[in-house]
């Protein structure tokens, strides 16, 4: 069964500092894998998803993921942080087959001090 | 563009009541998900249709149950409400088709049960 771990629950950074966000997933084979966004009380919003290809990601809102197979590991990065993008984030892993079923992690919710 | 439309967006119902969702998948998507997110909780995959007919099932309660129509809209019909149905659900819509869709979300309906 595929599963998703977010090891931090909350991280709060400073303004224009860089970011860094863990996911780990845990699948059979090569997942896809994605970065959802959702701010309070709003729907998710995608980030970016890898699917196979280039193990560096690039998203939207200057954000960024690398695929590491040997870690099994999707750690989504941004150079510097906005105080707009305090949010929830949630990692998640999509299977192969049946139409694409995600699982989610349980999120990690970033504050971003002034 | 035009995004996932879900109706209504807010919703309070009574315990053993009844309830429908309805989902708009974006023009031309094939495919319709449906989560479930509880308070604090990251999504949980409840059921999924591709071409009207259901293609995965989830953590779904047997209370409820859900349909694509020949629009491509789909339902999500829930009885016997329960004060931990409460939650966001979450409808999201793909159209590549499994399994390398990319699912884009609704705004979500936030049910409360009281």
């Known amino acids: 069964a595929q599963s998703v771990t977010q090891p931090d629950i909350h991280i709060t950074v400073s303004e224009g500092a860089s970011l860094e966000l863990r996911c780990n997933y845990s699948?059979?084979?090569?997942?896809?894998l994605f970065w959802y966004v959702q701010s309070p009380g709003q729907g998710l919003q995608l980030l970016l998803k890898?699917?196979?290809?280039?193990?560096l990601v690039q998203g939207i809102k200057g954000f960024e993921a690398e695929f590491k197979r040997s870690q099994s590991s999707f750690n989504l990065r941004k150079p510097s942080v906005h105080w707009s993008d305090a949010a929830e984030y949630f990692c998640?892993?999509?299977?192969?087959?049946?139409?694409?079923?995600?699982?989610f992690g349980d999120g990690t919710t970033l504050t971003v001090k002034p | 563009a035009a995004g996932v439309i879900q109706s209504p967006r807010h919703l309070i119902k009574e315990k053993r009541e009844t309830a429908t969702l309805k989902c708009y998948p974006i023009?031309?998507?094939?495919?319709v998900y449906w989560y479930q997110q509880g308070p604090g909780q990251d999504p949980q995959f409840l059921i999924s249709?591709?071409?009207?007919?259901?293609?995965d099932k989830g953590s779904i309660p047997d209370r409820f149950s859900a349909q694509q129509f020949s629009d491509y809209h789909s339902e999500l019909n829930m009885s016997s409400l329960e004060l931990g149905d409460s939650a966001l659900y979450f409808c999201?819509?793909?159209?590549?088709?499994?399994?390398?869709?990319?699912?884009?979300f609704g705004p979500g309906t936030r049910l409360t049960v009281l």
């Open positions: 699948y059979g084979a090569t997942p896809y």
């Open positions: 890898y699917f196979s290809g280039d193990t």
């Open positions: 023009p031309r998507h094939d495919t």
């Open positions: 249709f591709y071409e009207k007919m259901q293609s």
């Open positions: 999201a819509s793909s159209s590549d088709g499994p399994p390398t869709d990319t699912q884009y």
């Open positions: 998640a892993v999509g299977a192969r087959t049946n139409a694409g079923k995600s699982t």
